[in-house]
């Protein structure tokens, strides 16, 4: 029955790449200190995969060890003959390595003897019938079945996990490549035979290969068969910050809950592939989705206008979905709600204390829509610049702002300025998209930008004396108000607060 397999506990498992013997024996505990249950040993990856290296590799090693030798043919680095591979692949076996991993292409008579990985490459992209590959691997009765191929999408992530989860026997599926972290991250929660990570970026063993600390991150040890799954939808998806902050909320409340990163290329096709995906495959128990460029119009498409609130529909994006159990999606924009949040706090004002303010609003993109919708919500007197003036003066038309080009920031007037435009972001963080002397004539500024966390516009506004309000907090809010609507908790803010500062200290980019 899917799985109820033996051996259920699943392994996480370093995949060690290192080219000398000292160096992967070093790595061996490494991998133990940073919390892995299993290595890997590419004999593949050393200078000279020999027999006498195997002898010092398997004398004590701290942990069960899979012996691995993977031959070019299947994406590997041992060059040499077939029969010398095999020869160290049973001296690995004999010298008392735990697992040894073979191909599927060897012949039976001259696989090694001991605990068998069977194992299967793919790294074409090409769709395949991986059902029909697995129920192969395992009709040889191996100890484990191992498949890895090309990830195109995250659907072949979720492909990856229904067969792991079908499979009768202790299994891997691994979709190489971003897209298929889901699959790399989850095995837990299907009773995977274990799932690889490496000791550092630069050492993955596969594309896609987190690293050990990722692993740990994104709440491996907490992952079972009933964690919930949430994540966010974007294009490219590496960068973001949601993951780190939402896992640390679940950290916080002990909840069996998970968030992703999803890369979901950036057509509406793509999207509304991905969410028939996760609709299709409710044992994944997908409940929520964070939604960021460009797919926050593609998903109020998909929504339906009927299931989002009227300021959501005025700004024509969410970024927050939710999935109920039997697949009902209800959408939420929490952008334009953490924006007046932020605003208001910092102004120890209620929205409704915007009516009448003069708020120039710099910048006429997707966070500039969702801003100057609820301003004008409130009834603000708003002001529009922007580089290209027909965008500025397209969103004042829509909600009854006036419009000007950026060329008249310098000689604006206004009690609040609010920057929507990147001037100013990493790594251009000396520019700045209003001078002193406009700031000068402020009370508030507030920068959406989040990185960095004070940028030169605010440090510009704090010199003119003005309030300044950042765009961390307003990421953190959006968050926080996405939690709320999935877990029906409180958000942890100050701990959110925190995972997103620290997030940003330890990779700026
Ligand atoms: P967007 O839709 O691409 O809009 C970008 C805006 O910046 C446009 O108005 C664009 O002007 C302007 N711009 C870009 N480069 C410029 C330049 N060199 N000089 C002058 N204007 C320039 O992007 P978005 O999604 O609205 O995001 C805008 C910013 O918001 C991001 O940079 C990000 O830092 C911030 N943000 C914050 C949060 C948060 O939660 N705090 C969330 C998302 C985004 P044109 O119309 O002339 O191209």
């Not at 006498?52 to 942990?63: E, F, K, Y």
Request: net charge neutral; glycine share 8%.
């Amino acid at each position: 029955m899917a799985g109820m397999k033996p051996n259920c506990a699943t392994a996480l498992i370093a995949s060690l790449t290192e080219a000398t013997p000292p160096a992967m024996l070093m790595a061996c505990r490494q991998a133990a200190d940073q919390g892995a249950d299993m290595v890997e040993l590419r004999l593949d990856s050393l200078e000279h995969p020999i027999a006498a290296a195997l002898a010092q590799l398997l004398s004590q090693p701290p942990l069960p060890v899979i012996a691995t030798c993977r031959p070019v043919r299947q994406g590997g680095f041992f060059k040499g003959p077939e029969e010398q591979r095999l020869a160290l692949l049973r001296e690995a076996s004999r010298l008392g390595a735990n697992y040894i991993d073979i191909e599927d292409d060897v012949p039976p008579g001259d696989r090694p003897r001991g605990q068998i990985i069977l194992s299967h490459h793919d790294f074409s992209g090409q769709p395949r019938d991986w059902q029909a590959v697995m129920k192969n691997l395992a009709a040889q009765k191996p100890a484990v079945v191992k498949l890895a191929f090309t990830a195109g999408t995250c659907q072949d992530a979720i492909e990856a996990c229904r067969l792991v989860r079908d499979c009768p026997l202790p299994a891997m599926v691994l979709a190489m490549g971003e897209a298929g972290i889901l699959s790399r991250a989850l095995a837990r929660k299907f009773g995977a035979f274990g799932s690889f990570a490496s000791l550092s970026a630069e050492r993955a063993s596969a594309p896609g290969q987190l690293t050990l600390t990722q692993m740990k991150q994104l709440r491996w040890d907490h992952i079972g068969p009933a964690t919930k799954v949430y994540g966010v939808a974007a294009c490219p998806v590496g960068h973001s910050m949601s993951p780190a902050v939402h896992n640390a909320a679940f950290d916080e409340l002990g909840l069996d809950a998970v968030y992703l990163p999803l890369r979901v290329e950036p057509s509406e096709e793509a999207f509304d592939g991905f969410l028939d995906a996760v609709l299709a495959a409710p044992w994944l128990d997908m409940r929520g989705l964070s939604v960021t460029v460009p797919h926050k119009e593609h998903a109020l498409a998909r929504v339906g206008p009927a299931k989002v609130d009227e300021l959501s529909r005025a700004i024509g994006a969410i970024n927050t979905v939710r999935i109920g159990r039997g697949g009902e999606l209800e959408g939420f924009n929490t952008d334009y709600a953490a924006a007046l949040e932020s605003l208001c706090q910092a102004m120890g004002i209620e929205p409704a204390g915007l009516a009448d303010k003069s708020v120039g609003v710099l910048g006429a993109g997707g966070v500039a829509r969702a801003v100057v919708a609820a301003l004008a919500h409130y009834q603000a007197r708003i002001t529009i610049y922007n580089r290209t003036p027909s965008r500025a003066q397209e969103l004042a038309e829509r909600f009854g702002a006036q419009a000007c080009p950026a060329g008249d920031i310098p000689a604006m007037e206004h009690e609040i300025v609010i920057n929507c435009t990147s001037v100013g972001m990493h790594p251009r963080v000396s520019e700045t998209p209003a001078p002193l002397e406009a700031l000068r004539r402020c009370r508030v500024v507030f920068d959406t930008i989040y990185n960095p966390p004070t940028t030169r516009l605010l440090e510009l506004a704090r010199q003119a004396g003005c309030t300044i309000v950042g765009g961390l907090e307003m990421f953190v809010r959006q968050a926080a108000r996405q939690f709320e609507i999935w877990t029906d908790r409180p958000a942890p803010l100050p701990v959110m607060r925190q995972a997103m500062a620290d997030r940003l200290e330890a990779n700026p980019s």
